[in-house]
């Protein structure tokens, strides 16, 4: 198994890391150290663990802010000297919710509960449930946009976009006669509004018109490029997240 641990303390780490090295319960073959919220994000935004070991607080922000830039659905047992959070964490695929300072026996009790649940628990019906409304089958799609250019509203409709990307603090839209303005949405809840058989969210900046797309290059079956048209200004290369290759490409060859 590939566990990931988001922690900055590099004591509590390596306390972890030595505990985990010691136990039977669960075979790890593989151990991530994220130190930051940054690097949480950059990691999971093209790669995947088989279980995710979360501290709340962190150097750079809350790890809770991690969920609102990237989806994460390996299960999280979160270890944190804060109480006052467990309920906010059971909203996401959380195992348990373990107190520090904590014991050998509090890790292994969490692990035997990740166990249980691994054992009698199949997650596809719910990953096939995700995947349906994240191509937005029971929801009513946007087929045009208001964007403001000077002091006026504009109407871009769905053929004339073509790409949403995030900069920042900002939404951006992108029409296809090169023309860019701020759109007052988050990248996450756009991609929730749109028509999925038009647009796809290839990584966790850019949702793209698949008639904006030139030209797909594979340099490898883990990193797939797209060449847009027109180019964004923002990025010289937009490659489709690791995870999402495959959906994507399957969208691409559907449409």
């Known amino acids: 198994m590939k566990i990931a641990i988001i922690e900055d303390e590099l004591l509590a780490v390596n306390y972890l890391k030595d505990l985990l090295d010691k136990q039977n319960i669960v075979p790890v073959t593989e151990t991530v150290v994220l130190r930051s919220k940054k690097k949480a ?34 299960p999280i047992i979160f270890i944190t000297a804060f109480d006052e959070y467990a309920i906010r964490v059971f909203k996401h695929f959380t195992i348990d919710y373990v107190l520090k300072p904590f014991e050998e026996e509090d890790l292994h009790q969490a692990l035997q509960k990740f166990v249980s649940i691994r054992n009698n628990f199949d997650p596809e019906p719910l990953l096939k449930s995700i995947s349906t409304l994240r191509q937005g089958e029971d929801t009513e799609v946007m087929k045009r946009f208001m964007v403001r250019e000077g002091n006026k509203l504009r109407s871009v409709d769905e053929q004339n976009t073509a790409y949403f ?25 756009i991609i929730q509004k749109l028509n999925p058989q038009v647009f796809f969210k290839v990584n966790r900046k850019f949702i793209i018109n698949k008639e904006a797309i030139t030209e797909i290059i594979k340099h490898s079956s883990q990193k797939v490029e797209l060449q847009l048209s027109p180019k964004p200004e923002v990025s010289d290369e937009v490659f489709i997240s690791k995870m999402q290759i495959t959906e994507c490409l399957n969208w691409l060859k559907n449409q």
């Open 41 to 74: 994000i950059d990691f999971f935004e093209n790669d995947a663990a088989d279980l995710i070991f979360m501290d709340i607080h962190l150097g750079d922000g809350m790890s809770l802010e991690i969920f609102e830039q990237v989806e994460l659905f390996a």
């Open 165 to 189: 990307f995030a900069s920042g603090k900002y939404l951006f839209l992108t029409t296809m006669d090169n023309q860019t303005y701020i759109y007052d949405d988050t990248i996450k809840d």
